[in-house]
């Protein structure tokens, strides 16, 4: 199985696993406060993931002499990730609260909210942030926070010198004892 595809079902994973999570507490008898709470405490756990993840693979790909492209294919593969990962929080937490976000349109049906959030994440994670739909508790904006930590950390990823990453990563190697 190639290593893109298992990082790719492992975050699917864990998306799908907070998914399931947030659903069987929304049917208890948790106040509206506790699941949200719930949801940013879930949210900041999967920011450290992804921010872990991508430093331990950016050493990887830095250590092995890996081209360049293969470095930006797996940052597309977790921009996606984070997109998708935010979008289902900003939709869990309107699903608890639904004063969680101002700009949602009384009569839009549940898949046009669901598509409204993951356009939220996309414009969130590219900084450009129209102001069609805007956090309005606590809550949404400690997720809009993270996700945009998130991004700044990816940009500054992709901007940073990979090769002079590369270089220092392989004279620490070359001057370390060997075993």
Not at 80 to 106: A, E, H, M, R
Request: aromatic letters at 18%; charged letters at 15%; proline letters at 4%.
């Amino acid at each position: 199985m190639p290593a893109w595809l298992l990082y790719c079902i492992k975050h699917v994973v864990l998306v799908i696993a907070t998914l399931m999570l947030i659903t069987l507490l929304k049917f208890s008898v948790f106040s509206s406060d506790m699941l949200s709470s719930i949801i940013v405490l879930l949210a900041a756990g999967k920011t450290i993931y992804f921010v872990r993840q991508s430093y331990l693979k950016i050493v990887e790909v830095s250590r092995q002499n890996t081209p360049y492209y293969q470095f930006m294919r797996f940052i597309a593969l977790n921009i996606i990730l984070v997109i998708f990962s935010f979008g289902l929080d900003y939709w869990c937490l309107t699903q608890v609260n639904p004063k969680s976000f101002v700009g949602f349109q009384p009569e839009e049906s549940p898949f046009e909210i669901f598509f409204d959030c993951f356009y939220f994440s996309t414009l969130n994670f590219t900084v450009f942030g129209f102001g069609e739909l805007m956090p309005r508790t606590v809550y949404s904006k400690l997720l809009v926070l993270m996700e945009v930590c998130i991004s700044f950390l990816t940009f500054l990823f992709i901007l940073s010198d990979f090769i002079s990453l590369k270089e220092s990563l392989q004279k620490q190697d070359s001057s370390a004892p060997k075993k």
